[in-house]
């Protein structure tokens, strides 16, 4: 009995862990908006864009709102990870055409002011035009009369989608200025889910009286669509079960998962046919598999996937191609990231073998596979801080991303598979973060009232 008592002690500290706070010692107080830097060696290096000072003339959009959307351009460009963006200097605006929209680029003289593209906004009648040159290439890409509302929520998204457009253009790769992320907010004793554009803004409530929810998770969608679902977990029954819900307005949760005992920290593979998840039905927390439609919901029984004695299982995360998982156990002693192949039903447990990732530090949570099948970000404390860390599954190195002060935890891949976001906690608050392999620096993207926690980039099936 006593065994079995800090068991489950033991399962609930590291439910905390993973899901809340570090299980290393607190940190010294500091500033919450201190930099937050990446330490990575950079994949790709950016190359230098400018962006011309919008021409606005149009009547019924002041200059003062015209800024604020070219605010926003120049956030998507300059954090694209591809791209970073020139100062401007009175050469470069000369040359840039101020006031002349149609005046010819020279590539030799754009190449001596350091520029690789050129890109010139001009907004009239409420539509915006854009020319973006490309020196090196001499390509030139219009793009035409998009409309605009006036209304800032409504035309930021819409100089989000210009910034893919551009991004596509130059990289053939779409870009993830159009993204989106999910989120939980944390206040007193309520914890609820949110959904925000990539960057922090127009910031919407998704759940209403949930009973306290965590680990939010899009479902991945049908090809050439959109993400029309998410799963969280939540306490309304006292216990922990996983729903799924429409991001839909004023759409009501549907619970998933009816075992007995608490279920925790779900992942659903990208071919959206199965969910993972930890339940501790058993006596033990372990890891199950449910077959899933998103149509239909939970299909069969779960089934019992990987399980150690005395051990405890925690945040799966699966492959691209839905055929391997990794999850966090503390089988060898503390809890490291460990991955396998997903089992077929019925194989027994004894057949099943799970092969160490995280090798560099004693205590490391949270697993997230990149799309692309390379990379899986987790965190681990590092030198007493959690911190967020890259495995490459091509070179099997593990690289710490950041460092600095704060618990950096949850990591989540956008769909390029080179922007990650991030909750980080210090000095009392939790923010968000932005980060890509190819910046040094990242970007806090969140603030105001409450803890903000378990951020999940909105994925995409092209």
């Not at 956030?75 to 470069?92: A, H, I, Q």
């Not at 551009?166 to 999910?182: N, P, R």
Request: proline fraction near 5%.
């Amino acid at each position: 009995m006593r065994d079995d008592h800090l068991r489950k002690l033991f399962f609930i500290c590291l439910m905390i862990n993973c899901l809340w706070i570090s299980f290393s010692h607190a940190v010294g107080s500091g500033e919450n908006d201190a930099p937050i830097i990446v330490r990575l060696a950079t994949e790709t290096q950016r190359l230098p864009l400018y962006l011309s000072r919008f021409i606005c003339n149009d009547g019924s959009l002041d200059s003062a709102y015209c800024a604020k959307l070219e605010n926003i351009l120049q956030f998507d460009l300059d954090f694209n990870g591809m791209t970073y963006l020139l100062k401007p200097t009175n050469e470069r605006e000369k040359l840039g055409g101020a006031g002349n929209f149609d005046k010819s680029l020279s590539a030799e003289e754009w190449r001596a002011l350091g520029a690789y593209y050129v890109v010139k906004v001009q907004i009239e009648n409420k539509k915006l035009s854009a020319h973006l040159y490309a020196v090196n290439g001499e390509m030139a890409k219009s793009i035409d009369d998009l409309p605009l509302t006036g209304i800032l929520s409504r035309d930021r998204r819409q100089i989000h989608q210009l910034a893919d457009t551009i991004h596509k253009a130059l990289f053939d790769k779409e870009g993830i200025a159009s993204t989106h992320i999910i989120y939980t907010i944390k206040n007193q004793s309520a914890s609820e889910v949110w959904e925000a554009d990539y960057d922090g803004e127009n910031r919407r409530r998704l759940t209403l009286d949930s009973g306290y929810a965590i680990t939010p998770a899009y479902v991945p969608p049908k090809p050439s669509h959109s993400s029309g679902s998410f799963l969280f977990v939540s306490y309304k029954t006292g216990q922990p079960k996983i729903y799924y819900q429409s991001l839909s307005e004023g759409a009501q949760p549907n619970r998933l998962t009816y075992l007995k005992g608490n279920q925790l920290m779900p992942a659903i593979s990208r071919q959206r046919d199965k969910l993972a998840f930890i339940s501790d039905i058993t006596g033990n927390p372990d890891l199950f598999i449910q077959l899933f439609s998103p149509e239909t919901g939970a299909i069969g029984k779960p089934y019992q996937i990987f399980a150690t004695h005395l051990a405890t299982q925690g945040t799966p995360t699966f492959s691209p191609d839905g055929k391997k998982i990794a999850f966090v156990s503390n089988k060898d002693g503390a809890p490291r990231i460990y991955m396998m192949d997903v089992p077929a039903p019925g194989t027994s447990l004894k057949d099943i073998k799970a092969r160490l990732v995280s090798k560099r530090n004693q205590e490391s949570t949270a697993p997230a596979w990149s799309p692309d099948g390379t990379k899986i970000a987790y965190c681990s404390i590092t030198s007493g801080v959690r911190q967020i860390w890259v495995y490459d599954l091509t070179t099997r190195e593990e690289r710490q991303l950041t460092q600095g002060m704060g618990n950096k935890e949850n990591p989540s891949w956008a769909p390029n598979s080179l922007h990650l976001a991030f909750n980080s906690s210090d000095a009392g608050a939790c923010e968000l973060y932005l980060a890509n392999l190819n910046q040094a620096n990242t970007i806090k993207i969140s603030s105001g009232v409450g803890e903000k926690r378990f951020p999940s980039w909105e994925p995409r099936n092209q």
